[in-house]
């Protein structure tokens, strides 16, 4: 089993170095729930993580985390002991503090561009972390640290990558310039020819040709008889005459 999740979080961190730019060292979000986790499994993170994501880790929180684990006074004392120890990333709620998931949310907006980690038990959170492209999820099962296959919404963003729908906006206007320079540009609201579609065959070409009748068949049969009956007389008119001549 071990075996196997080594393998899996190996796929999955090949998934996020090729497609998002995810680089030594990665940095980890903690949230308090992961802490207090990690606390009650004696899961060392700062020793077992690094060997679990092939690299060195930072592990990091944010104040709003740390003032969130000090309100929650001594259940989750020890939580805030691991979080304290963590590097304090700053947020922009220096001022006025918010709940420990909605700081971690901010800190991943605009496309996660300090390629974070977030680790965290919050059911809630989690799945808002899985609406955006390119943000690795870290959890606490059976004892174990696991990291969360891709969210479709990271597999649907690295398709429209590979499918080139997805073009940088300085290469849409350079694409547009381009296009004005040779003439290609379309005016608006210019209305596109329809082409022609393939039409079927001409029905009066399929219908079926109507059979002789039993009147034209006698009608033609008439018509050759006396076809032959003028031969015939064409010939005895024609022997007479060489007979005349021989005489």
Known sequence: MKLRRQKHAK???GFYKNNFQFREPFQVL???????????????????????LGGPTQLCTTRCVLKELESLGK?????????????VQNCSHQKDPVSGSACLLSMIEEGNPH?????TQDQDLANKVKKKAGVP???????TMVLDKPSPKSLAFVQTLQTSQLVPEHQKQS???????EGLAKQEGEKR???KRAGGP?????????????????ASAEKKKRRRKRNRVKTKAVQSVQKNEEE
């Open 137 to 143: 999820l870290l959890f606490i099962i059976q004892n």
């Open 175 to 181: 694409i547009v310039q381009l296009k004005e320079k």
């Open 193 to 195: 020819r329809k082409r």
């Open 11 to 13: 796929k999955n961190m």
């Open 30 to 52: 903690l949230d308090g729930t992961f802490c207090h986790a990690a606390l009650q499994n004696k899961i060392q993170i700062r020793e077992q993580l690094p060997g679990y």
């Open 75 to 87: 259940p989750l004392y020890g939580a805030k002991l691991i979080a304290q120890r963590c590097e």
């Open 202 to 218: 001409n029905p009066l070409s399929c219908l079926k040709k109507k059979k002789k009748t039993q009147e034209s068949k006698e």
């Open 115 to 119: 390629h974070f980690f977030i680790a």
